[in-house]
């Protein structure tokens, strides 16, 4: 049973940071695509960016580029979304994903086989 946990969320000003942790209960965390997704009140889950499962290889949602950053960090099976610059169109609970994959290829947009139960980012004005 694969479980994602994420962490990090809160409130910030608008022009803050936030970093998110998503921790994965997976033996072979190397082997894993993941991905952040975020909803806001009233829309529809939308896609943020996406990381392969070396870390080598990301994509971004052109909401977050230059802003977001996704990293991995394989001996901690944590994954992590940096966020500068943040607005307060960014509010929404952030949700990680993650897929077992044979290529090292990020996946935007998915599909994602496992999810996490979100946190939630909240940025004021």
């Known amino acids: 049973q694969v479980q994602l946990v994420e962490t990090g969320g809160g409130l910030v000003q608008a022009g803050g940071s936030l970093r998110l942790s998503c921790t994965a209960s997976i033996r072979t965390f190397a082997t894993y695509a993941m991905g952040w997704f975020r909803q806001a009140p009233g829309k529809e889950r939308e896609y943020v960016g996406a990381?392969?499962?070396?870390?080598?290889?990301?994509s971004y949602a052109d909401s977050g580029k230059g802003r977001f950053t996704l990293s991995k960090d394989g001996p901690k099976n944590t994954m992590y979304l940096q966020m500068n610059s943040l607005k307060p169109e960014d509010t929404a609970v952030y949700y990680c994903?993650?897929?077992?994959?044979?290529?090292?290829?990020?996946?935007?947009?998915?599909?994602?086989?496992?999810w996490g139960q979100g946190t939630q980012v909240t940025v004021s004005s």
């Open positions: 990381i392969s499962w070396s870390g080598l290889r990301t």
């Open positions: 994903a993650a897929v077992w994959t044979s290529t090292d290829w990020a996946i935007p947009g998915g599909p994602y086989e496992y």
